[in-house]
C-alpha cells in the first residue's frame, strides 16, 4: 500500500519566516495530495490540496508543489503568524479510495 | 448543516468491555471512514465505505467492525476492548471517493481502555 514519509516533525520559526514541510510518497498511481491543519484538540481541517495534473497551487500565505517524478510534494508558509501554529499532516490518495496519511508536523510560530 | 457528529465526545472502557462509536453526516455523502490517531503515528485508516451496505478494511482493521445500513450513519463497533486501543477516534465523510477528494471530519472522540 501507500506510504507517505513527512519531514520535519517539529518545527519552530520567528514570526514572519517562512516554513516548508516535505512528504513523499511510495504508490506513483497515488494523483491527491492534501494539506490538513489541526489546532490542538480540534479536528483536522482541509488546507490545500493539489492533483497530480498541476505541479503548484497558491492559496494567499500557502502553496504547494509537487514534483511526480521525485514522488515529493511540500507545503510552504510565508509571512508566518501564530495563529499558524499547529500540526499540519500531508496525505496521498488515488482511486483506491484510501488517503493516506504523514505522521505529521508541529509547527510553532514564536512572537 | 451540522456537517459530521461524532459521539461520545470521552468515553473510558475496561478491558474486554465492547462499545459503539457513533458517526453521522447530513451532507449526503457516499464515502464514509474512521481514522485512530495516535501521539506521532498521524491519521490511520480503520475501515471505510463507499454507499450503504459496502464497507472495506483500511490499515488497522483488526479489533473494529463496521456496517453502513443508510447513507447518514457509519457506527464503529470494539467488540472487545483493549489498552491497545486507547485512542482518539475520528470518523470522516467525503463527497468523493475517500481518496480523491476533501474529508469533512467529527470532532473527535477520546477513547481510554483501562
Known amino acids: 500500500g501507500e506510504n507517505v514519509e513527512q519531514h520535519p516533525s517539529t518545527l519552530s520559526v520567528q514570526e514572519g519566516d517562512s516554513a516548508v514541510i516535505k512528504c513523499t510518497y511510495s504508490d506513483s498511481a497515488s494523483n491527491y495530495f492534501p494539506w490538513y491543519k489541526q489546532e490542538l484538540g480540534k479536528r483536522p481541517q482541509l488546507i490545500i490540496d493539489?492533483?497530480?495534473?498541476?505541479g503548484e497551487k497558491k492559496d494567499q500565505r500557502i502553496a504547494v508543489t509537487l514534483n511526480k517524478t521525485a514522488k515529493h510534494f511540500s507545503l510552504h508558509i510565508t509571512e508566518t503568524q501564530p495563529e499558524d501554529s499547529a500540526v499540519y499532516f500531508c496525505a496521498a490518495g488515488g482511486s483506491n479510495y484510501k488517503l493516506t496519511f504523514g505522521k505529521g508536523t508541529l509547527l510553532t510560530v514564536n512572537p | 448543516n451540522a456537517g459530521v457528529t461524532q459521539t461520545p465526545k470521552f468515553q473510558v472502557l475496561k478491558t474486554g468491555q465492547s462499545m459503539t462509536l457513533q458517526c453521522a453526516q447530513d451532507m449526503n455523502h457516499e464515502y464514509m471512514s474512521w481514522y485512530r490517531q495516535d501521539p506521532g503515528m498521524g491519521l490511520r485508516l480503520i475501515h471505510y465505505s463507499v454507499g450503504a451496505g459496502i464497507t472495506d478494511q483500511g490499515e488497522v482493521p483488526n479489533g473494529y467492525n463496521v456496517s453502513r445500513s443508510t447513507t447518514e450513519d457509519f457506527p464503529l463497533r470494539l467488540l472487545s476492548a483493549a489498552p491497545s486501543q486507547t485512542s482518539v477516534y475520528f470518523c470522516?465523510?467525503?463527497?468523493?471517493?475517500?481518496?480523491?477528494?476533501?474529508?469533512?471530519f467529527g470532532e473527535g472522540s477520546r477513547l481510554t481502555v483501562l
Open positions: 493539489i492533483r497530480s495534473n498541476v
Open positions: 470522516a465523510s467525503s463527497y468523493g471517493t475517500g481518496g480523491t477528494g476533501e474529508l469533512f
